[in-house]
């Protein structure tokens, strides 16, 4: 597909988010309308027809709660994009939000300035296939392995290994978006944290701890880091951010949610945490320096900065996430809402 004009990127971005003023914003969710309308479907004429563009088999989610909005790679993520050095990195200011992905003695930072165009960063970092990803309407962020086992279908064969690559769906599901694979076109989720259709779905992929930090941070923890160039074949407004009207209404969402927790504020940030069958959701506003929450795997535990949440350590097999508690309620019904530390 071709490279969108910035025009046309910034365009799609007020579609898709700041503009809630504007008509594009105001029709899939009017101010005078109550929030507790019942549930309605929204399908932009000319976005993705997930029916024939990606494998619906095994679909684990409602289909018709699946809000179809852009065409599919409207939003292109990135590939294996340019890194340079911290010094070259001179457009970044001292408290733009930075993913730090760290890998044994690699590190290179993703910055949320660039995911809000691109919302996916396949990267390989400390020779481990990885994946950033952002959804800005529900302020999420996850780390994962793009690398997953390949059950094959004749039993005569062996189990592979395979590093997929993920793209934006133009879809969205309870407000957050959908990835697709590339290789075989299943619907994965970043907030439901598995493949919701195709070949692999249920699969989880595996989740790094989660680490948001401001860049002047970033600069002093990692000297020699890298971090991704601006120059990543798009062109894009990088410099500003088009969800800056969304982020200031607390209460506005853009697309109707069938269910999500009433137990905060919608657009409450925190730590989504899932191990086994529960799930949990701290505040940052409770985690001031440190945190620490017991769970069934092993203690995790969670600091506070500047930009977001920083976990410092989690046990294997426990999910982590960045978000808003709307967006992480919506997909975990029973999360419990965890306010003091176990420590």
């Not at 970092?125 to 996850?142: E, F, H, K």
């Not at 989880?204 to 990543?232: C, E, F, M, N, R």
């Not at 945190?291 to 046990?315: L, R």
């Amino acid at each position: 597909m071709r490279s969108l004009s910035r025009r046309t990127c910034t365009l799609l971005a007020a579609l898709c988010l700041a503009s809630l003023g504007t008509s594009a914003g105001a029709s899939f969710l009017h101010a005078d309308e109550p929030e507790e309308k019942s549930f309605e479907q929204v399908n932009r004429p000319g976005s993705v027809d997930i029916a024939s563009e990606y494998n619906l088999d095994g679909l684990s989610i409602p289909k018709d709660q699946i809000h179809t909005l852009l065409p599919r790679d409207a939003i292109p993520s990135l590939t294996d994009p340019d890194l340079i050095d911290i010094a070259d990195a001179d457009w970044l200011e001292p408290d733009d939000r930075i993913i730090d992905v760290t890998i044994g003695d690699e590190s290179v930072a993703v910055p949320i300035k660039i995911l809000n165009f691109h919302e996916v960063a396949n990267i390989t970092v400390g020779g481990d296939p990885v994946a950033a990803t952002y959804c800005p309407l529900c302020d999420s962020v996850t780390l994962v392995r793009r690398t997953v086992k390949i059950k094959p279908t004749d039993p005569l064969e062996e189990a592979h290994e395979e590093v997929l690559e993920f793209g934006v769906s133009g879809a969205l599901y309870n407000s957050n978006v959908l990835m697709y694979d590339r290789q075989y076109k299943g619907l994965w989720s970043q907030l439901g944290l598995k493949a919701v259709s195709g070949p692999m779905v249920g699969i989880s992929l595996d989740l790094l701890p989660v680490k948001i930090i401001p860049w002047s941070q970033y600069k002093q923890d990692h000297a020699d880091g890298k971090v991704i160039s601006i120059d990543t074949g798009h062109d894009r407004p990088y410099e500003g951010n088009p969800y800056e009207r969304y982020f200031n209404d607390q209460e506005r969402i853009l697309v109707p949610i069938a269910d999500f927790g009433d137990a905060l504020p919608k657009k409450t940030l925190g730590l989504g945490i899932k191990v086994a069958q529960q799930s949990f959701f701290i505040p940052v506003s409770s985690i001031v320096d440190r945190f620490v929450i017991n769970t069934s795997a092993g203690k995790v535990v969670v600091v506070s900065t500047d930009a977001g949440v920083q976990v410092v350590s989690a046990p294997s097999g426990v999910q982590t996430v960045q978000s808003f508690y709307y967006s992480f309620s919506a997909f975990h019904p029973d999360t419990q809402v965890i306010t003091e530390s176990a420590e």
